[in-house]
């Protein structure tokens, strides 16, 4: 997992959207200037509630039935449904502040996520690493 000290380092650096202080800068000022591909999203909350009706509608399609499976397999692995701003909050994600996802040229990802609750969101973050990508120990 030779990605992991980038995303630690980015949710590090996208904390403290509830500790009193400004929100911070937005998600794409933790980008490298030269990315092959970026989403942003300025809200995480915002989005889930976008995506919600998206995906009932998605549902009703029967070449997407495997859809709500595939959602709720997602939601036991990371821990909190993904389309619901108070899991995402427990897990010590900022539901009101925004997320970035990009790539390099080479297609390695990069994520910039707004932390509420850095312990909580290093632990989340850990947990997925070692339990989905095989990663034991983490380099500082």
């Known amino acids: 997992m030779r990605h992991a000290p980038a995303v ?4 590090l650096l996208s904390a403290c959207g509830r500790c009193g ?23 995480l909350d915002a989005a889930q509630d976008a995506l919600r009706p998206a995906v009932r509608t998605a ?30 909050a427990q897990a010590g994600l900022d539901p009101s502040r925004g997320a970035a996802l990009a790539f390099d040229g080479a297609g390695a990802p ?8 850095v312990g909580k969101l290093e632990a989340l973050v850990a947990r997925l690493a ?11």
Do not use: K, M, N, Y
């Open 8 to 11: 630690a380092v980015l949710v």
């Open 21 to 43: 202080r400004p929100a911070g800068p937005p998600p794409e000022r933790f980008l490298p200037a030269a990315v092959a591909g970026a989403l942003l999203v300025p809200r």
């Open 59 to 88: 549902l009703t399609f029967p070449a997407l039935a495997d859809l709500s499976d595939t959602l709720a397999s997602l939601g036991a692995q990371i821990g909190f449904d993904p389309l619901d701003a108070r899991g995402a």
């Open 110 to 117: 990069l994520l910039a996520l707004p932390a509420s609750d």
């Open 130 to 140: 070692r339990d989905r990508l095989g990663a034991a120990h983490a380099e500082a």
